[in-house]
């Protein structure tokens, strides 16, 4: 291989490399409203219908504790918050500068799903702020 292959070779290694590390949220929805609030994100159709039994990887269970004063998420197995910022859903080892959790006021959740925010309509209204400093438990 002469240099030309191999300096054309590591830069599309890295340039792959660094794009590996970009995405982190799944198809964001933009909604204009005067009130900055996280979108509805519909889930994808397909699979076994929701009431039939877990296999493999759909079996696997998710424990989140979701903060309704600050629609944030955590899951501590991951060491990982899913927040509402910039337009869409992100995740991170830390929270944003500006969004502040009530430690108090939390719900735990144990969800069939790595992106606890495609329940996020539905926990929006069953768990109103300000209403949750007992911990419950629901599972999906």
Same mark, same amino acid.
């Given at each position: 291989m002469?240099?030309?292959?191999?300096?054309?070779?590591?830069?599309?290694?890295?340039?792959?490399?660094?794009?590996?590390?970009?995405?982190?949220?799944?198809?964001a929805?933009?909604?204009?409203s005067?009130?900055?609030?996280?979108?509805?994100?519909?889930?994808?159709?397909?699979?076994?219908?929701?009431?039939?039994?877990?296999?493999?990887?759909?079996?696997?269970?998710?424990?989140?504790?979701?903060?309704?004063?600050? &629609? *944030?998420?955590? +899951?501590?197995?991951?060491?990982?918050?899913?927040?509402?910022?910039?337009? =869409?859903?992100q #995740?991170?080892?830390?929270l944003?500068?500006?969004?502040?959790?009530?430690?108090?006021? &939390? *719900?735990?959740? +144990?969800?069939?799903?790595?992106?606890?925010?495609?329940?996020?309509?539905? =926990?929006?209204? #069953?768990?109103p702020?300000?209403?949750?400093?007992?911990?419950?438990?629901?599972?999906?």
């Amino acid at each position: 291989m002469c240099r030309t292959d191999s300096l054309r070779f590591v830069t599309l290694a890295v340039a792959l490399l660094l794009l590996a590390g970009c995405a982190v949220d799944r198809g964001a929805v933009v909604i204009g409203s005067s009130a900055p609030q996280p979108p509805y994100h519909e889930v994808k159709k397909g699979g076994p219908p929701p009431w039939a039994p877990a296999h493999g990887r759909n079996a696997r269970q998710h424990e989140y504790r979701y903060y309704p004063s600050s &629609y *944030v998420y955590f +899951e501590a197995s991951r060491g990982l918050y899913f927040y509402f910022a910039d337009g =869409h859903w992100q #995740a991170g080892i830390s929270l944003p500068v500006g969004i502040h959790l009530d430690i108090d006021e &939390y *719900v735990s959740l +144990e969800l069939a799903t790595e992106y606890p925010y495609e329940h996020f309509v539905e =926990h929006r209204q #069953a768990y109103p702020p300000g209403k949750h400093k007992e911990k419950k438990k629901k599972k999906h």
